[in-house]
């Protein structure tokens, strides 16, 4: 019995127009710097128009990319709310896979965007087992107090009583043809811009370290601590930090040049360094793992994997010689990819967008 389970950072999945660029420059989109909007009515009639048409060609490529996955179940993120959801699946998905994804759950979460994480999964897998929902609960609301992981490192950003999850560990149990499988999805926080000389990423580390130590110790708690190792879980999500990544030196008219670099500190130790769970993506080639592509100019970009499915021992070593498979035909034609990696792009990616997603989707068929 083969479950096929995927993550997807679907990048902004919303019904809402956010018209703050009007006042926020940052928060404008670039082809309206190009024109001379003087109120704030003809600027609001403008970007709706921009937003809808865009929209249209982004969520066909979404839709490409989570079918190319074949995913019984996929976690999602960045999805503004069930009726954003459940448009996108009838609109869009819909017409790609037909009625697959009949079951969605999405609980509000902690973002101040309002976004949220959400799963969509199929009736039964692609080999007729029957997929059940036992439960579905949410962590949103626990606070740094609540499990004593509040630190002087946090203090420069956070409270004691501050909830941990910047939005949220959205833990589902399930059965798979009779057998369990506990799934916890999150999105960590995301590396901010840095402060006081220091980069976003490390910046922001503490708030993902003590998201990672709250996913752990609520794995722990269902389980045992210390018994968790035979159990079938998986950590599913984008985790906004890596332990590796790949240095993308050159530009495009002189070529690319790759340079691999790995045993980097992350918030994502609290799951490896003592085998708490696998990093499945770890056996595909060093080059081969990345989810994302990251540029501010040619002087600072790389090529990082952001999303994961972390394994428990268990499962881990029943799928020992399985690899998890990644969806690059949606990454916009601006993304440099290693030597031999190329894929044919959907129709209509553009050079920045439309694109799929700014992430890359990921699925592993699992045996349970």
């Given at each position: ?41 003809d600027y609001e009639r403008l970007e709706a128009a921009r937003v809808v048409a865009s929209t249209d060609d982004t969520r066909q490529l979404s839709a490409l990319a989570i079918a190319d996955t074949a995913a019984d179940i996929l976690c999602l993120q960045e999805v503004d709310s069930m009726e954003a959801l459940k448009a996108f699946e009838y609109g869009y998905l819909f017409r790609m896979v037909g009625s697959g994804y009949r079951h ?265």
């Open positions: 019995m083969a479950l096929r389970l995927g993550s997807f950072n679907i990048e902004n999945l919303m019904t809402r127009f956010d018209f703050t660029g009007f006042r926020n420059q940052l928060r404008k989109d670039r082809v309206l710097h190009l024109f001379d909007v003087r109120n704030q009515q969605k759950y999405l609980v509000e979460g902690n973002d101040s965007r309002g976004i949220d994480v959400g799963v969509m999964m199929r009736d039964e897998t692609h080999d007729g087992e029957k997929i059940e929902i036992v439960d579905i609960r949410s962590h949103a609301a626990l606070t740094y107090d609540d499990l004593e992981l509040f630190t002087p490192q946090l203090a420069a950003t956070a409270k004691p009583d501050d909830r941990i999850f910047k939005r949220d560990c959205l833990e589902l149990e399930l059965k798979i043809g009779g057998r369990p499988l506990a799934l916890y999805v999150v999105h960590l926080k995301s590396m901010s811009n840095g402060r006081d000389g220091v980069d976003g990423r490390s910046y922001s580390m503490p708030v993902r370290e003590a998201e990672t130590k709250a996913i752990r110790h609520i794995i722990e708690a269902r389980f045992g601590k210390g018994e968790t190792a035979d159990k079938n879980f998986v950590i599913c999500g984008d985790m906004n930090d890596y332990q590796e990544r790949i240095d993308v030196i050159g530009e495009r008219r002189q070529g690319y040049r790759f340079a691999h670099s790995g045993k980097l500190q992350s918030a994502l130790d609290v799951f490896s360094a003592d085998g708490f769970a696998e990093n499945v993506m770890l056996r595909r080639e060093p080059l081969d793992r990345w989810t994302l592509y990251h540029a501010r100019g040619p002087e600072e970009q790389h090529l990082c994997q952001l999303d994961y499915l972390w394994l428990s021992p268990a499962l881990a070593r029943r799928n020992a010689g399985k690899t998890p498979d990644i969806i690059r035909s949606g990454q916009p034609f601006r993304t440099p990819f290693p030597p031999g990696q190329d894929v044919e792009r959907y129709p209509r990616i553009g050079w920045d967008r439309p694109k799929a997603s700014d992430h890359c989707p990921i699925v592993m068929e699992l045996d349970l």
